[in-house]
């Protein structure tokens, strides 16, 4: 983002009048400010409502302890197995020119456009009673619905895009001429992944993985449908806010939202900081999700 | 022309077969296959017994309230993003980076937090809620607190597709339009306006799709009464929680074949847009 010279105080057939300037400020930022930073400032204010001991001890309930767990072990098998995928689709992509390219990318990007529900739906029906699939697993003992195997299955689903998406765009942008060279000087194929093209494109992905993970340990509509909620084994960190919301725990409810509060807020710094100092090697720099 | 009739052009780069395997497998098990699995279910029930679950009172009721909210939320957003984008590209004000970094937010908050937060304010005894209770007005537990989730949920996606088009929109054109003789007010209108639109419809069309599907930011303030703040997809959870697979797996489809007429629109404006102007969000 290149840096404007501050506009010039005096009246500019470019420009507007002063104080029209500082009415759409204003009515911008009221809008921000009520829509986006009250939400946040409620999730804390309401957590530490009963002062910061109430606070701490909530944290430390078994139940918050065990989400917060499972949340963490859901993003850690989850966020990896889209990364491998983005690289593979993100090196087919751009390194290739075929027949259906196009309609790939569209499909990629597919689980966005799925409501979250309905995203963990399809894994009810795959793996649920009535489907083949599930009594057939069942009989091995392995269980997919209602055990940690759907919840991940379900986060995989709805992040499936985000790493993808991020360096398909970068990858096609930087072509394939450095990879050639590597090559050509006698590297082999992964040679050439690893100390050509994977610092070529390091921020891109970093950058990608921090809003797939964002979104895997927030995930809420596909996790409560696959989960069947049972406490201290298949809730996450948003499952278990809903469960403590529900029965008028709020002050651990709040608690918990406030550490996926945090994690989103560390999430835009980071996203800021990348765009901000390495946004030439991003391609999603000034872009949204 | 080389590799005619390939299906590949011919390319030094090895690993083609493995990654292209390795993405269609991938997209395959965890995409396609569930997503099959539900549209035959939803055919299990036969023509007549898809229609008469797709076609229930309740079912219609909710799938209104949703497309409904939907609408005003992205009307809304359309509004507000396209001034929140002009302000933060085009004016320099004490705060902008933070005010811009802050857009993300609702891409970055868990759903579930954000829905228990607008409740906290939006309550008749919340922050918001107690001010405007005495007028009579209910925020919370109505669709207008359904509104409002996803007025949240989809602000960013309007501001983040309508700035970087701003941000490359050369100032020459609205100098030459001055120039011309034309008011400010004519040249935002008739020059910068037009140019823009393709991205405000593209932004629209993102911002009302994903609050369609919404779910986690919306049920806690909702209220979620049958008939008049029910939305679809929390519908089709009360199904499963009845082991009513099919009826769920009725509504989703529905809302499938929505979202991906909704994916094709969007995919006919940005085709219209680079054509028209040389550009796709």
Not at chain 2, 68 to 83: E, K, P, R, S
Request: charged residues 10%; aromatic residues 12%; proline residues 5%.
């Amino acid at each position: 983002m290149a840096a404007r010279p501050h506009a010039p105080r005096r009246a500019s057939p470019t420009n507007e009048p002063l104080w029209v300037r500082w009415a759409l400020i204003l009515a911008g930022l009221v809008f921000m400010a009520l829509f986006l930073v009250l939400p946040l400032l409620a999730v804390f204010s309401e957590a530490l409502r009963q002062g910061i001991g109430a606070y701490v001890q909530s944290l430390q309930s078994p139940d918050a302890l065990s989400a917060i767990r499972l949340t963490l072990l859901v993003a850690a098998i989850a966020v990896p197995l889209n990364v491998v995928f983005g690289i593979a689709a993100s090196w087919a992509i751009a390194k290739f020119e075929f027949k259906g390219k196009a309609f790939l990318i569209t499909l990629i990007d597919l689980p966005f456009s799925v409501s979250p529900v309905i995203s963990g739906l399809v894994y009810v029906l795959l793996f649920g009673t009535g489907s083949v699939l599930g009594p057939w697993l069942k009989s091995y003992g392995i269980e997919i619905l209602f055990a940690v195997p759907g919840i991940v299955l379900a986060t995989i689903f709805v992040t499936f895009p985000f790493v993808a998406r991020e360096l398909i765009p970068l990858m096609q942008d930087q072509g394939t001429g450095d990879e050639e060279a590597a090559l050509s000087l006698g590297a082999s194929g992964w040679q050439t992944f690893w100390r050509v093209t994977l610092p070529n494109i390091k921020w891109g992905l970093l950058y990608g993985v921090l809003l797939c993970n964002a979104r895997a340990m927030g995930e809420f509509g596909a996790v409560a449908v696959v989960s069947g909620k049972i406490r201290g084994q298949t809730t996450t960190m948003p499952l278990q806010v809903e469960m403590f919301y529900n029965e008028y725990q709020g002050t651990a409810a709040f608690a918990l939202a406030s550490l996926l509060a945090l994690l989103a807020l560390v999430t835009l710094v980071l996203k800021s900081a990348l765009e901000w100092r390495f946004g030439d090697e991003l391609a999603a720099t000034g872009r949204g999700h | 022309m080389k590799g005619f009739g390939r299906f590949r052009q011919p390319s030094v780069i090895p690993g083609f077969g493995l990654t292209l395997g390795f993405t269609i497998t991938y997209f395959s098990l965890i995409i396609l296959v569930p997503i099959t699995a539900l549209v035959l279910r939803s055919t299990g029930l036969g023509w007549n017994g898809f229609w008469a679950a797709a076609l229930d009172p309740r079912v219609l009721a909710s799938l209104r309230t949703s497309f409904l909210t939907a609408l005003i939320a992205a009307g809304i957003n359309v509004v507000f993003g396209t001034l929140i984008a002009w302000v933060l590209v085009r004016y320099r004000f004490p705060g902008r980076r933070i005010f811009d970094a802050m857009v993300d937010l609702p891409f970055a908050l868990p759903t579930a937090v954000a829905g228990i937060a607008l409740t906290a304010i939006y309550a008749p005894n919340g922050f918001v809620g107690q001010w405007v209770a005495p007028l009579g007005l209910r925020i919370a537990y109505t669709p207008i607190g359904i509104t409002i989730a996803m007025i949240f949920i989809g602000l960013p996606f309007v501001v983040r597709t309508i700035q970087p088009i701003l941000e490359e929109a050369s100032k020459e054109v609205e100098e030459a339009s001055a120039t011309l003789g034309a008011s400010r007010l004519q040249t935002i209108s008739r020059v910068l306006l037009p140019s823009l639109t393709p991205a405000i419809l593209t932004g629209f069309a993102l911002a009302f799709a994903r609050a369609v599907g919404e779910y986690g930011s919306v049920i806690f303030i909702a209220g979620n009464i049958p008939f008049v703040s029910e939305i679809a997809p929390l519908l089709i959870v009360i199904r499963l929680e009845e082991f009513n697979y099919a009826g769920a797996a009725v509504i989703a489809t529905v809302m499938l074949a929505i979202s991906f007429l909704m994916l094709f629109v969007i995919n006919l404006i940005q085709a219209w847009s680079r054509r028209r102007y040389g550009y796709g969000s």
